[in-house]
Every structure is written in structure tokens, then in C-alpha cells.
């Protein structure tokens, strides 16, 4: 790094402003090492201007029609769309994700934007007239004031886009901080706001880490927080937010279960394995990162499974378009993902190892897959957060079942099989919030909430589709009196 790599700017009302202080976080290209911006760790006076600005927007902008404010994402979504490569490639620069991979998470943060385009249907309230003599009832949903956005570094595209299109859509005004490491595709997601033609200081953008979180979740003037990253950060965040009065949700860590009966069809199955596991370079919050074969079938699919993996193309996705699979984030994680292997091969069988890559440029782990694990041991509970992939070997559906529901987290867990019964069983008995039948990263989808359980989330309502509005909306309940004493004036 020298004095000529970029600060990445902030924007506070309408201007974009660089801002000089003595910590910095390296913002790096993870394929390559080299380090393509610096992040300024802000402070908490820097927050308190961007609520300033916020607060003074929201006067004007929660007045604003909702039609106007729809006019608005949908110029946001056509602006997208037009620069969506461009995104894509900027996502795939600062996180190492692939290219198709970088395209479906623009992707999925670009139905939220033409979901929250219809907020004139969204945001309607409800009626009843004569609820009492000559009394008629209305409920209207009525945006919170200043909400904030605080994102992890796996999806620098979906995951705040969760959160600002329905904040905004609703009329609220909004503070992102985005993931320190991957601060780039939110400026320019925020750029493309403001030339979409949205009025100045309802979108701010602000970077850091703890000084900024605790500023958001403490100051008087922020009404809400969304936030999404490990689970530790997530209580903290929601605990810290709700003792100031915030409404909070919060989605953090996951360990998700793929259920492989031996009905299931094996070539999708074995497709869906390799995608939910080694996709992002296992780190997303729906990876499959525990394989549970019933009934035997894991010996036949360990052998496919480890030909699929000896097959997969890890390098530089920008260089190399056929890349199946990136780097991880930074040094830090790949040390913590070789670490986690060095552990668990002295616990159960090691069939693939990615820690041959360590010593080459970009911060590289190769699929590694562990065989014979059980619930005693530790990688069983815990979220690696890499190219690391677990397998099982339960009795039947039954023990398949128990096991995933002795996992703490609640985000996804998947069943491949032909059998209506088995899907149903597994269905029900199921403690998360987002199953896959025959799918193995059940997505979140922008019209339905993304349903994560227990310590995957902390909070009552949930990121998109309906919740997503409820969350950024309250009720205000209005009861008319209008006695009968209109009288027909001629000439009127
Ligand atoms: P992280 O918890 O380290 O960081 C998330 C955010 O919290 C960042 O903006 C970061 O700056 C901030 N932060 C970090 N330390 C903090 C502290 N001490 N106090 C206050 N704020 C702090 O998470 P990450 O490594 O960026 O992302 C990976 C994690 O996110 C994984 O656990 C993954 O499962 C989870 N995740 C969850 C979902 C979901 O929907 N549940 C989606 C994507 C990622």
C-alpha cells in the first residue's frame, strides 16, 4: 500500500467526503493480495452528522407520495440494470467471488429494489367504517424516522440492499455502514441512488467498525437497525439497540444441514451438494456445510463428491472466467479456516485437503471434506465459514432429523429425496426457518421474509417481503366521527 491508494468516501447529506484519519482498513483484492482501497475507520461524530442529515431529510421525504417515491427505485432499478456488469465485477474485485456468483447476489438485491418498487400496494393500511355509531376506522403505515444498516462482508451487494430499497421505499431515511472489507459496491450502489434522483441526506453512507456500530445503536435519533454478520455481533447489536429503544433485527451465524436420502436423484443432488457447499467458497449463511447421507448412501456419494472436488477450478475468477471458486475474504480467515482443519483431522477423516493452497498469491483454501464426523465432535456445531464440507452417517431420517435440531443455529437445512412422506416428515420436524426440498440453498427471495431461527437471528421481524415493511413501518390507527348532519345545499 502507499499514500496513493484510495480513501473510500463517505457520503453525508450530498457530499462525498474524504475522511483523514490514523486508522484505516486495507480494502484488498483477495484473488491477488494487493490492497485496492483504504476503509477510514470513522468515529462517532462523524455518525452524529450523517443522523444530522438524516433526521433533517426525513421531514420532507416521509411527506413524499408514495408514488414519487416509487418513481425514484424505479429509476434505481432501470440504473441497476443498466451498470449491472459493472457491479458484478466490482463485487468479484473486493470480495473474490466468482463472476455468475457476483451476478446473483447483485441479482437478489435487485428483485428487492423492483419489490419495493410497489409500495403504493405494499404500504396501504386497512379500514372499517361504522366500527362504532357514525365512527369509521383507518390504519395507516407510517415510516419510523431514521433507520441504519450495518452489513457483513459475504454479500457487499444483497444483503444491504435487504435493508435501504424497502427503508426508503416506506419513507424513512437511512444510514448503511457496509462490511469495512468491501466497502466499494455499496458506494457505488449509493451513487446510483443519488443519481436515480433521490433528494439529498434520505441515503448516507458511513464507514467503520465498533465506534460506528455503537454510535448507531445507542444515539437517541435512530429509530431502527438492521443488521446482518456472526451471530456474536448480532446479540451484541441487538441487545445494544433494544436497550436504547431501537426496533432491531439482526441475522448472524448459520450451520446448515443437507439431508441426502437414498431415493434422492443423484445427479441434481450431487449438483446441489457441490454448489450449497463450495459456492462463495462456502462462505454464505445458507451454505450446506454438514452432508447427512441416510441410509449408506454417503459411501457412494464420497467417491462422486471427491471427483466433483478434484475437478473444481479455484483461482483468480477475473483472470480466469472458468473459475468454479474464489479466494476467501483475507489473510485472517484463511488462517482460521487451515487452523479449523488442523483441528478436526485429529478427530474425524480427513478425504480432502484445501491447505495444499495457503502458500499461493490471494488468499486461497482448496474444497476440503472431512468424513465420519459426529455430533461429538467440534466442526459438527460450528460455522467454518469456508470451502469445508462435513459428512454424516445417521441410522435413518429420524437420527438425521434429531441431529440438525441439536445445532444452535435455525437458518437453512435441505432434504434431496423422491418421497413426498420424507419431504413432509422432515418438513415439520425441522427447527429453522428456510428448508430446501430437492434445493440446496433454499435463497431468500425478495416477496417472503428471510426466516432464519434461533441463533441465526435475533429480532421479531424479519429482512424482506412483508415483514421487511412491517419492520420499517408503524401503525398509526385513526377513528373518525362523522355524525349525520350533512345536509344537501342547493348550488353545491
Ligand atoms: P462480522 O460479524 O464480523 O461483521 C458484520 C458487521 O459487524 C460488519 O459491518 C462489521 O464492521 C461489524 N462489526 C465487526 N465487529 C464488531 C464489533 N465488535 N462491534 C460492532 N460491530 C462490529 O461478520 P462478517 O465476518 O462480515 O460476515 C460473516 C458472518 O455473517 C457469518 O457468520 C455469516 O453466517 C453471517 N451472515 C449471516 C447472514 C444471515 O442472513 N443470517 C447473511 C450473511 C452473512
Not at 457496509?178 to 434522483?197: D, H, I, M, N
Not at 485472517?332 to 485429529?346: G, H, P, T
Not at 480432502?352 to 472431512?370: A, V
Request: aromatic share 8%; glycine share 8%; hydrophobic share 40%.
Amino acid at each position: 500500500m502507499n499514500s496513493n491508494t484510495p480513501i473510500v468516501p463517505c457520503l453525508i447529506g450530498n457530499s462525498w467526503e474524504i475522511i483523514q484519519t490514523d486508522k484505516y482498513t486495507n480494502v484488498f483484492n483477495p484473488a491477488t493480495e494487493s490492497i485496492i482501497a483504504r476503509t477510514p475507520m470513522c468515529n462517532s461524530k462523524l455518525v452524529e452528522k450523517a443522523i444530522d442529515s438524516a433526521k433533517k431529510a426525513f421531514v420532507g421525504w416521509s411527506k413524499e407520495p408514495a408514488t414519487s417515491r416509487a418513481s425514484i427505485l424505479f429509476n434505481y432499478r432501470t440504473l441497476i440494470k443498466e451498470n449491472f456488469e459493472e457491479i458484478a465485477r466490482l463485487i468479484s474485485t473486493e470480495n473474490g467471488k466468482t463472476i455468475s456468483e457476483a451476478r446473483g447476489d447483485i441479482q437478489r438485491g435487485f428483485e428487492v429494489v423492483e419489490f419495493a418498487c410497489g409500495i403504493a400496494e405494499h404500504q396501504k393500511g386497512e379500514s372499517l367504517n361504522q366500527i362504532a355509531e357514525n365512527i369509521d376506522a383507518l390504519s395507516s403505515r407510517e415510516p419510523l424516522g431514521v433507520c441504519a444498516g450495518i452489513s457483513p462482508f459475504n454479500f457487499p451487494a444483497m444483503v444491504p440492499m435487504w435493508m435501504f430499497p424497502i427503508a426508503l421505499a416506506c419513507g424513512n431515511t437511512f444510514i448503511l455502514k457496509p462490511s469495512e472489507k468491501v466497502p466499494l459496491t455499496a458506494v457505488r450502489l449509493t451513487e446510483l441512488l443519488q443519481e436515480a434522483g433521490l433528494p439529498q441526506g434520505v441515503m448516507n453512507l458511513v464507514h467503520g467498525g465498533k465506534e460506528v456500530v455503537d454510535t448507531l445503536c445507542s444515539h437517541p435519533d435512530i429509530s431502527a437497525i438492521s443488521f446482518v454478520g456472526s451471530s456474536t455481533i448480532a446479540k451484541y447489536v441487538y441487545s445494544l439497540g433494544s436497550q436504547n429503544g431501537k426496533r432491531v433485527q439482526a441475522g448472524g451465524a448459520a450451520k446448515n444441514a443437507l439431508v441426502v436420502m437414498p431415493d434422492a436423484d443423484p445427479e441434481s443432488t450431487l449438483r446441489a451438494v457441490m454448489s450449497a457447499s463450495f459456492g462463495c467458497a462456502g462462505q454464505r449463511c445458507m451454505a450446506g456445510s454438514l452432508l447427512i447421507g441416510v441410509g449408506g448412501i454417503g459411501e457412494s456419494l464420497k467417491e462422486k463428491i471427491v471427483f466433483e472436488m478434484d475437478n473444481l477450478k479455484v483461482g483468480n475468477p477475473l483472470k480466469d472466467l472458468e473459475t468454479n471458486m474464489g479466494p476467501v475474504i483475507d489473510k485472517n480467515s484463511q488462517l482460521r479456516i487451515a487452523e479449523v482443519i488442523n483441528k478436526v483431522s485429529k478427530e474425524a477423516k480427513l478425504a480432502r485437503d484445501g491447505r495444499d493452497l495457503i502458500n499461493n498469491n490471494g488468499f486461497f483454501i482448496g474444497p476440503t471434506l472431512f468424513t465420519d464426523v459426529n455430533p461429538k465432535n467440534t466442526i459438527f456445531k460450528q460455522e467454518v465459514f469456508g470451502p469445508v464440507l462435513s459428512m454424516m452417517n445417521p441410522k435413518n431420517l429420524e437420527q438425521a432429523i434429531s441431529w440438525t435440531n441439536q445445532l444452535n443455529y435455525g437458518n437453512g437445512a435441505s432434504i434431496f429425496t423422491q418421497s413426498g412422506a420424507a419431504a413432509k416428515e422432515f418438513r415439520s420436524n425441522i427447527q429453522c426457518g428456510m428448508i430446501g426440498v430437492n434445493v440446496g440453498v433454499p435463497a431468500p427471495m425478495s416477496m417472503f421474509p428471510f426466516s432464519g431461527w434461533n441463533d441465526s437471528f435475533y429480532g421479531d421481524l424479519h429482512m424482506q417481503g412483508n415483514e421487511g415493511i412491517q419492520f420499517y413501518t408503524r401503525h398509526k390507527v385513526t377513528l373518525s366521527r362523522w355524525d349525520n348532519t350533512y345536509e344537501n345545499k342547493s348550488g353545491w
